[in-house]
């Protein structure tokens, strides 16, 4: 049987419902203090990891070294330019069925999984071969 999440987890699951996209932990300290909800930012941390090991919240890296939390809801996939940091969704899934042979192969329970490539965007590859 799960435990009952704590406050500050509650907190933050809300917080996240409410959000399109990712947020970082800073953000998430400065929103619940906005909202009259503060903790510590040790505190937000904290109950990101725990929420996280549930299977409940995401974590994703930006190219600039970011994290950005979200509530797990599909898998994400992204192209991901390291000039500009512009970050393009992909649709399409190539891994799902790795993931089901991996799950059964290792008994591994996989809550959710990224697919990112990083490289250059159009408008950067325009400006960088301006530039020479």
């Given at each position: 049987m799960k435990s009952?999440?704590?406050?500050?987890?509650?907190?933050i699951l809300n917080l996240l419902k409410t959000l399109k996209q990712g947020i970082s932990a800073q953000d998430i300290y400065v929103e619940l203090r906005n909202r009259n909800q503060s903790m510590g930012l040790?505190?937000?941390?904290?109950?990101?990891?725990a929420l996280k090991l549930e299977g409940l919240v995401q974590m994703?890296?930006?190219a600039?070294?970011?994290?950005?939390?979200?509530?797990?809801?599909?898998?994400?996939?992204?192209?991901?330019?390291?000039?500009?940091?512009?970050?393009i969704p992909?649709?399409?899934c190539p891994v799902h069925e790795l993931e089901a042979q991996?799950?059964?192969?290792?008994?591994?329970?996989?809550?959710?999984?990224?697919?990112e490539f990083f490289g250059l965007c159009r408008?950067?590859?325009?400006?960088?071969?301006?530039?020479e």
């Open positions: 009952a999440h704590t406050r500050s987890q509650e907190r040790a505190t937000v941390y904290r109950s990101l990891e994703r890296t930006l600039n070294g970011e994290a950005l939390y979200s509530l797990i809801q599909q898998d994400k996939h992204h192209l991901t330019c390291l000039q500009c940091g512009t970050s992909i649709y399409q991996l799950q059964t192969n290792h008994n591994f329970k996989i809550f959710y999984h990224t697919l408008q950067c590859q325009i400006a960088q071969a301006a530039g």
